[in-house]
């Protein structure tokens, strides 16, 4: 067993204690993934800590938790498509409607490579469960984007901006 040493993040004296054989479970919504014989440095004034860099403790760690993120990421992608399908949208329509972002990145929302903003997959859900409210949606849409909605013209005497 190694020594206790100084804890390199609150200080405490002897307060590092080594462990091995660790199993953590780390959680995302509902989904959880276990890792076993993990073995790391860990404070018993702070709590804080961290793997040991001699093994590939921290490797095992960070793979289980990127594989955790990716599998949640494509969950909620595959939900907005199935959204989005039941609601006769394409991915065109969606964007203009519902996110205001560009095509590539709700086709990259879809496929799980980037996890959607929170409230368009509030949006997403409420029209699941309430479709009628589309063409609610639709009609409140109208007018509430704000690009190239000012025009500047220019006046022989000033320059003064006018909303066209």
């Known amino acids: 067993m190694k020594k206790k040493e100084l804890c390199y993040i609150c200080g405490a004296p002897d307060a590092l204690s080594y462990y091995q054989g660790r199993s953590e479970t780390i959680r995302v919504k509902d989904m959880e993934r276990r890792i076993d014989n993990l073995s790391g440095w860990e ?38 498509k199935r959204i989005r399908r039941k609601l006769h949208l394409t991915q065109k329509e969606a964007v203009e409607l519902l996110s205001g972002g560009g095509h590539n ?33 639709k009609t409140l849409a109208e007018g509430a984007d704000m690009r190239g909605a000012f025009t500047y013209i220019k006046h022989d005497n000033a320059d003064t901006p006018k909303v066209s």
């Open 43 to 80: 404070c018993e004034v702070c709590g804080d800590g961290f793997w040991d860099p001699e093994n590939d403790s921290a490797d095992r760690y960070g793979k289980a938790k990127e594989e955790l993120i990716l599998a949640f990421r494509k969950i909620i992608g595959a939900e907005i």
């Open 105 to 137: 990145a709700f086709s990259r929302y879809e496929r799980g490579e980037l996890l959607a903003p929170k409230p368009l997959v509030l949006l997403m859900r409420l029209l699941d469960r309430h479709p009628h409210l589309l063409a609610g949606a």
